[in-house]
């Protein structure tokens, strides 16, 4: 049988098809290269208004206002502008154009050979922690294809791991703090000692997100922070961390940090602080910048237990009440505490009561400042007194509604001296300088989800309000200014800071004595019986004698006294000179003056 040929349309068919795509290419290629201007600007125009949402959303709430002000008067000015508009549209053109361009990209062909050898050296390790031997398809094992483990990788500089994603099997126990403990440590030693590694513990994914953290700005020094009543700057944090920033100035420079806010008042769940740390951790530091920030708006009163002088700059402040360094005036001081809590949730009560606002003297804030309370623990504790920590109960307990403020600030290794009141409501704490994973658990009550380093600057811990989460804190500069070792600019900062000496009353002033001269001898009226001299009074009331001995004076009367009464001291003493007045005293007192 003859082979009939094939219709024309099926045996040229295939050329044809060829030729149509060919065409179709090349009309395509030329309607690129006619609207590529136009593809270009439109790109840019779109990546322009991405920026933009960007930037919008990364702006502060508090400053949208601003930001909102600042668009509108560039467009006033440029609609006012002659030929405004039509600059502003080729400008706006040019940036979209710039913005679309084609980026050339190297194409990356992956990690080195160095690179490639510290993925796998760190999958090779976490083989014995996400690996079972029940696992039909295991995600690790050892040989195994590393890169199906690591998706996402990225190095820095020196070839160190800057960012990691670990993908780890369903079946691990990423729940318990112990299995999650164990591979961050592992990851953080073999990425690279002497960093601070941030974990964030997807379980819905099962996935581990690497990072590290930069370190904290340490050259802030103490400032008027943009704060309201209320609010205490205790530090700065990361970034992403918090939603908030604060514009601070260090040297000619301003930027905007994000800080660690502790909010006190009547509206405040943690209402007290307790600071501990390493000797030289700068829980001092923290000290004096609360209380600086503190001046501002209430009254201090600070215990030092060091005894080293450090709070020195603001005696005699206005606003400070008292700088307490000796057993009996702490205890006298934090009595006063005490008495001054009771007596404002008395005056708020009975205001409450009677309908009306509470007083002003019950309003102004009231700060308690205790660096190292231990110390005098031990002190009362050997003279048989009352420990200084039993009277910062009331305070503690109720000062909240009665705006008293208790900061404790101690070392890590006297926290069992602490008193159960202290511990039990000091809900905002802070552990500044190095110190372990259990000590910081038992301080802030869970650990952080960073690695912890052994050396650190002065100043720089963690932080935790209530039941937040744990932010690292670098305390602003505040030291000393009268300490030697101070740089000159920190200390003109800590001095701009402190509010003026308080000023005798009546505006008048006490003209130095000189010490080798004696007290000037009181002239007493003529017709008033001169008054008797503590020391007399005390012996008639069954006292002991006063330590530091006077030299008497012998004083000459009209008639002598028929019995005197001699007076005890350490050296002897001449002979006492009977004193006569004009009617007969009902007792003997021996008059006992100094020479001027």
């Known amino acids: 049988m003859a082979r009939r040929p094939l219709p024309r349309i099926l045996s040229n068919g295939s050329a044809q098809l060829a030729r149509s795509r060919e065409l179709a290419r090349t009309a395509a290629d030329s309607a690129t290269d006619v609207l590529h201007p136009l593809i270009t600007i439109t790109r840019g125009l779109r990546r322009l208004a991405a920026a933009g949402r960007r930037r919008w959303a990364e702006t502060p709430k508090e400053r949208r206002g601003a930001l909102l002000f600042l668009v509108a008067s560039v467009i006033l000015v440029v609609a006012l502008v002659p030929y405004g508009p039509l600059l502003a549209a080729i400008t706006l053109m040019a940036a979209a154009a710039w913005q679309g361009r084609e980026r050339s990209t190297a194409a990356s062909d992956g990690p080195d050979e160095s690179q490639t050898q510290r993925l796998r050296a760190l999958y090779e390790a976490l083989v014995p922690y996400f690996s079972a031997a029940e696992d039909p398809e295991p995600l690790y ?10 998706p996402t990788y990225a190095f820095d500089g020196g070839g160190r791991i800057s ?12 729940g318990e703090p112990e299995a999650r403990a164990r591979i961050e440590h592992l990851l953080a030693a073999k990425s690279g000692r002497g960093r601070e590694y941030h974990f964030t513990w997807d379980e819905e994914g099962n996935q581990l997100t690497v990072g590290v953290l930069l370190p904290l700005p340490v050259d802030i020094a103490a400032q008027r922070f943009v704060t309201t009543p209320g609010e205490t700057v205790l530090g700065f944090t990361d970034p992403t961390r918090v939603q908030r920033t604060l514009p601070v100035t260090y040297g000619e420079r301003q930027r905007d940090v994000p800080p660690v806010v502790w909010r006190t008042g009547l ?20 000290l004096r910048s609360i209380a ?4 501002r708006h209430g009254d201090v009163v600070i215990v030092d237990g060091g005894g080293t002088g450090e709070y020195a700059c603001l005696t005699g402040r206005d606003g400070v009440l008292a700088v307490e360094a000796g057993l009996a005036g702490v205890t006298a001081g934090l009595e006063w505490a005490a008495t001054e809590t009771e007596r404002r949730l008395i005056a708020a009560n009975r205001a409450h009561q009677a309908g009306d606002p509470p007083p002003d003297d019950t309003k102004r804030p009231l700060w308690i400042l205790l660096d190292r309370p231990t110390a005098f623990t031990h002190l009362a504790a050997a003279d048989g007194r009352k420990d200084p920590q039993s009277l ?4 503690l307990r109720h000062g909240r509604p009665a705006n008293v403020t208790v900061v404790v600030a101690d070392q890590l290794d006297c926290v069992d001296a602490l008193s159960d009141p202290v511990r039990r409501h000091t809900r905002a704490r802070v552990v500044l300088g190095p110190a372990t ?7 802030l009550g869970t650990p952080p989800h960073t690695t912890l380093i052994d050396e650190l600057p002065p100043g720089r811990g963690y932080a935790r309000l209530g039941t937040g989460p ?6 602003p500069a505040t030291p000393n200014p009268y300490d030697d070792a101070t740089p000159d600019a920190l200390c003109e900062a800590v001095l701009a800071l402190l509010p003026p000496r308080t000023a005798p009353a009546d505006g008048e002033t006490i003209p130095e004595q000189d010490p080798s001269e004696g007290a000037p001898e009181p002239v007493p009226t003529e017709g008033e019986p001169e008054p008797a001299p503590a020391e007399a009074q005390s012996q008639e009331a069954g006292q002991a004698p006063a330590k530091e001995p006077l030299d008497p004076v012998p004083v000459p009367t009209k008639e002598p ?10 050296e002897p003493l001449p002979a006492p000179v009977p004193v006569l007045t004009k009617e007969p005293l009902p007792a003997p007192v021996p008059v006992l003056t100094r020479e001027t």
């Open 392 to 395: 910062l109960q009331v305070p």
């Open 561 to 570: 006294l028929p019995d005197p009464v001699p007076v005890l001291t350490k």
């Open 470 to 475: 744990v932010h690292r804190l670098q305390v």
């Open 292 to 295: 600086l920030q503190a001046l």
């Open 163 to 174: 960012q990691l994603v670990v993908r780890y099997p369903a079946y691990f126990t990423d």
């Open 437 to 443: 994973a259990d000590q910081l658990e038992s301080v």
């Open 141 to 150: 094992s050892h040989g195994g294809a590393w890169d199906k483990a690591f």
């Open 267 to 286: 509206r405040s769940t943690e209402p007290h602080l307790l600071a501990l740390g390493q000797p030289g951790s700068g829980t001092s530091t923290l």
